[in-house]
């Protein structure tokens, strides 16, 4: 709405506890990775009233208590944190929507929100379970590099680089 204000339009019963639920830029499809069990589900989402409706399910293999997830700029690859398997989950979005599984990079403990770079080139995983982000370089097929991690002084929780580019900010948990 101009005005800012909400008006609730439909409710969705198969999100089955996810807190991570992402659109695509292309406006097509949506995903919400359930958190507690190893799926995400596929919807396909209708820009014009704002409605999603289930078309099926991907497996996200290992992954356990995914907190956080997101799609690169150009709709091609989706991204999930998994808090109890320690890692972040890769796809490739398909052009039915379907999920394409590009394996997990592994984070050292518990990693919770994920941000990414405008330009797609780098993902940066929060750390939930210490005081760390754990940068990553993207690859031109969504595959995820580890580049380390960085100190910070407190336990992290979300992060957001600003549109310029220049800079990760991480929100902490103390």
């Known amino acids: 709405h101009e005005t800012g204000n909400l008006t609730k339009i439909a409710t969705t019963t198969s999100l089955n506890n996810s807190n991570a639920f992402v659109v695509e830029p292309g406006g097509r499809f949506a995903y919400g990775p359930n958190n507690g069990s190893t799926t995400i589900n596929i919807y396909a989402y209708d820009a014009g009233t704002g409605g999603v409706s289930l078309t099926g399910t991907a497996t996200n293999t290992g992954a356990i208590a995914t907190q956080s997830s997101l799609i690169d700029s150009t709709g091609r690859f989706l991204y999930t ?82 549109s310029d580019n220049q800079f990760l900010i991480v929100s902490g948990a103390n």
Do not use: E, K
């Open 81 to 162: 944190s998994n808090q109890g398997s320690n890692d972040v989950s890769q796809f490739a979005i398909l052009s039915t929507g379907a999920l394409s599984s590009l394996g997990a990079a592994a984070i050292a403990t518990q990693p919770g929100g994920i941000c990414m770079d405008s330009q797609n080139r780098w993902l940066y995983a929060t750390n939930t379970g210490g005081a760390s982000v754990a940068p990553f370089a993207i690859q031109a097929n969504g595959s995820l590099v580890s580049l380390g991690a960085v100190g910070t002084p407190s336990t992290n929780v979300a992060c957001v680089v600003t």
